[in-house]
């Protein structure tokens, strides 16, 4: 059985990186009594999948796991036995099942959703003006680890929301925004600023 879990990562969870929050879902899948698939080879390792690694410090709002567990069992575990066994910070939101020959749930991301909070005040001025100033731009040629490239293209989304900042960024493999090189073009110190992943958004299913 392949589940589909959507999750929040809040609180002090928002400082744990990618591979700890591999492991904390290995501990807490286990905790929960659940059978966990394994991959094959040398150094078997449970088969469990996020969506997207969420940079330190950022809170997610829906994020994504795919899990294999050596069932084929119906209907799947209940979400209030999972997340009895979750630490504080890790909220479940939703537990289905999914093809388990579908493909890698890496690759079917294509964009994700954030929230700004500004955190001085009056900072936020300007900005609707701003958002729409940066849109109107044609390119937004930038340097990420010493390689060249246009900001403009993966920015899908950007307006002032009156108490914060919404942004759609796209998320694809070679093709990723991220939501500081956006305040970056904005005038914004990213430390003066609280960030929300509030959905990753994924590849329509094809029926």
Known sequence: MRLR???????????????DLHK???????????????????HPQPKIQIAAALPLGFVGREEIVDVWL?????PPPALDSIQAAAPPGLTLLSV????????ALQTQVVAA?????????????????????LLAK??????RRGKSYD????????????DSLRMILSAAEGATGRPEEVLDEL???VENTRIERVRLILKPAIE
């Open 5 to 19: 879990i959507t999750f929040a990562k809040t609180g002090p969870l928002r400082y744990i990186g990618h591979l």
């Open 24 to 42: 904390i879902w290995e501990r807490t899948l286990r905790r929960a009594g659940l059978p966990l698939a394994y991959s094959q080879g040398f």
């Open 70 to 74: 050596e069932t084929d069992d119906s």
């Open 96 to 103: 289905t099942p999914v093809a388990e020959r579908a493909p």
């Open 113 to 133: 959703e954030y929230r700004v909070v500004l955190l001085e005040a009056g900072a936020g001025s300007g900005l609707e003006r701003k958002a729409a100033d």
């Open 138 to 143: 044609e390119s937004l040629p930038r340097q």
């Open 151 to 162: 900001l403009r293209p993966l920015i899908q989304a950007l307006e002032w929301q009156g």
């Open 187 to 189: 005038g914004i110190p």
